[in-house]
């Protein structure tokens, strides 16, 4: 499966973003889609997961109830919602793809390209 990664985009402190993570080559209902952020020079760190029966959405504590996290498999598109961004909120964002969510960056074989966020104060 390959993967696209859109949405980001410099914004101020307290606005919204959503990204989009669009599948290609194969369905995406095969796969949990997982959102991970990276700052350069810094290891890579999960932001939230859904998984492709679309019964689990899990968040990173630093993220829970300002992101949200939504897939339409239909449109092979899986979401991420920000809510309230904040500066720290502020690096290159990559969805990656699955059988199962996992918190472990080492476990995903797909990865989109990254889509960066700004956030100003």
């Known amino acids: 499966v390959q993967l696209q990664a859109f949405g980001g985009g410099l914004v101020q402190a307290g606005d919204s973003l959503r990204l989009s993570c669009v599948a290609s080559g194969r369905p995406l209902d095969y796969f949990s889609i997982a959102w991970f952020r990276q700052v350069p020079g810094k290891e890579r760190e999960w932001v939230s997961c859904i998984d492709r029966s679309k019964s689990g959405a899990y968040y990173a504590d630093s993220v829970k109830g300002r992101f949200t996290i939504s897939r339409d498999n239909a449109q092979n598109t899986v979401y991420l919602q920000m809510n309230s961004l904040i500066p720290g909120d502020t690096t290159i964002y990559y969805c990656?793809?699955?059988?199962?969510?996992?918190?472990?960056?080492?476990?995903?074989?797909?990865w989109g390209q990254g889509t960066e966020v700004t956030v100003s104060s």
């Open positions: 990656a793809a699955d059988n199962v969510c996992n918190l472990n960056d080492q476990l995903y074989r797909n």
